[in-house]
């Protein structure tokens, strides 16, 4: 059963970086495209950034410039690198494969905020 744990979300403030990370099982992780989502308060789901098994990159035009994902094929883990936060970055953060095929997991919170 695939499972998704996502982790270091937190508050920072506006222009701040976080990293977080998603750990991934039930899988081989190694050749399946990975992607972060978030959702805010009211919002549906949206796509933030997607790596393909062999590491070439795409993000949505919201977080391009600032946002970077990168995967750890060694520890089933990927990881979204996020600089020049913005309070519309406020949102939990999902992990999943490419296209959202399975099950969420809990997300992690990222709250950004003076």
């Known amino acids: 059963q695939v499972q998704f744990v996502e982790s270091g979300g937190g508050l920072v403030q506006p222009g701040g970086s976080l990293r977080i990370s998603c750990v991934v099982s039930?899988?081989?992780?190694?050749?399946?495209?990975m992607a972060w989502y978030r959702q805010a308060p009211g919002n549906t789901r949206e796509f933030v950034a997607g790596i393909t098994d062999g590491g070439t990159t795409n993000y949505a035009d919201f977080v391009r410039g600032r946002f970077t994902i990168s995967r750890d094929n060694a520890i089933n883990t990927v990881y979204l690198q996020m600089n020049y936060l913005k309070p519309d970055d406020t949102a939990v953060y999902y992990c999943?494969?490419?296209?959202?095929?399975?099950?969420w997991g809990q997300g992690t919170q990222v709250t950004v905020s003076s």
């Open positions: 039930g899988t081989i992780f190694s050749i399946r495209g």
């Open positions: 999943n494969f490419a296209g959202a095929v399975a099950s």
